[in-house]
């Protein structure tokens, strides 16, 4: 099966507020049509969904699109966000659009953290937001290449850029919220626990952030795990 649209299968069969699906699909269609991560690109079809029919794209997403509409770089936007938010921008916003990322092979997997880093940033400060958007690309590339998912957390918990924060993921706790290294918690404890799909989407209620990440691991798992 195509690795891209393994993803977004995954995607769509978490995301039952379709905001992820949606900034998935934009992410997916400047990696096409860039063949590579292009910031800036992404930048402006982002802006273009803002100012067409956006939704669900969380307050973080659509008070830095708001202060850029109004004639300020993204960097400003996003810092300017994040001071009126105290800091409060380590959502899960970025690890819901990213991994589409992991399916372009051509990227090279030791540029996967990096240009993780960069696509959180266009909206999303806090640095919790881009290392466990990092962790979500590298997951999904390593299952992609056939690694068990065993094997796929041991890497991570062994790469010296990411290892602080996949600890904190460890240490964090299973809830509902949507701050990220709780989000990234619970979803792996459902994967971990194998789990359903369908249980972490009871789990999860209405927000329903982590059923997004469990949909799109279990997509590429199953799969592909275990396959080399």
């Given at each position: 099966?195509?690795?891209?649209?393994?993803?977004?299968?995954?995607?769509?069969?978490?995301?039952?507020?379709?905001?992820?699906?949606?900034?998935?699909?934009?992410?997916?269609?400047?990696?096409?049509?860039?063949?590579?991560?292009?910031?800036n690109?992404?930048?402006?079809?982002?802006?273009?969904?803002?100012?067409s029919?956006?939704?669900?794209?969380?307050?973080?997403?659509?008070?830095?699109?708001q202060k850029?509409?109004?004639?300020?770089?993204?960097?400003?936007?996003?810092?300017?966000?994040?001071?009126?938010?105290?800091?409060a921008?380590?959502?899960?916003?970025?690890?819901?659009?990213?991994?589409?990322?992991?399916?372009?092979?051509?990227?090279?997997?030791?540029?996967?953290?990096?240009?993780?880093?960069?696509?959180?940033?266009?909206?999303?400060?806090?640095?919790?937001?881009?290392?466990?958007?990092?962790?979500?690309?590298?997951?999904?590339?390593?299952?992609?290449?056939?690694?068990?998912?065993?094997?796929?957390?041991?890497?991570?918990?062994?790469?010296?850029?990411?290892?602080?924060?996949?600890?904190?993921?460890?240490?964090?706790?299973?809830?509902?919220?949507?701050?990220?290294?709780?989000?990234?918690?619970?979803?792996?404890?459902?994967?971990?626990?194998?789990?359903?799909?369908?249980?972490?989407l009871?789990?999860?209620?209405?927000?329903?952030?982590?059923?997004?990440?469990?949909?799109?691991?279990e997509?590429?798992?199953?799969?592909y795990?275990?396959?080399?």
């Amino acid at each position: 099966m195509n690795n891209l649209k393994l993803i977004l299968d995954g995607i769509i069969q978490g995301d039952k507020n379709g905001g992820p699906t949606e900034l998935a699909k934009i992410l997916s269609c400047s990696l096409i049509s860039c063949k590579k991560f292009d910031k800036n690109d992404l930048i402006d079809r982002y802006y273009h969904w803002w100012q067409s029919d956006a939704f669900d794209t969380g307050p973080t997403f659509m008070m830095v699109f708001q202060k850029f509409s109004e004639g300020h770089s993204i960097e400003d936007s996003v810092m300017m966000v994040n001071k009126k938010l105290k800091g409060a921008t380590a959502g899960c916003g970025p690890v819901h659009r990213i991994a589409p990322l992991a399916a372009f092979s051509h990227i090279k997997t030791e540029n996967l953290v990096q240009h993780a880093k960069e696509e959180s940033k266009i909206t999303h400060q806090h640095p919790d937001a881009g290392n466990c958007s990092a962790i979500m690309v590298l997951l999904c590339r390593y299952l992609l290449e056939g690694a068990s998912w065993n094997y796929a957390k041991e890497l991570i918990s062994q790469n010296d850029e990411i290892k602080d924060t996949w600890r904190g993921i460890q240490n964090a706790s299973l809830n509902r919220g949507g701050y990220v290294l709780d989000v990234m918690h619970s979803a792996i404890k459902f994967l971990d626990d194998q789990k359903s799909l369908k249980d972490a989407l009871t789990f999860a209620g209405p927000s329903n952030y982590c059923p997004v990440i469990v949909g799109i691991i279990e997509n590429i798992r199953s799969n592909y795990a275990n396959k080399k």
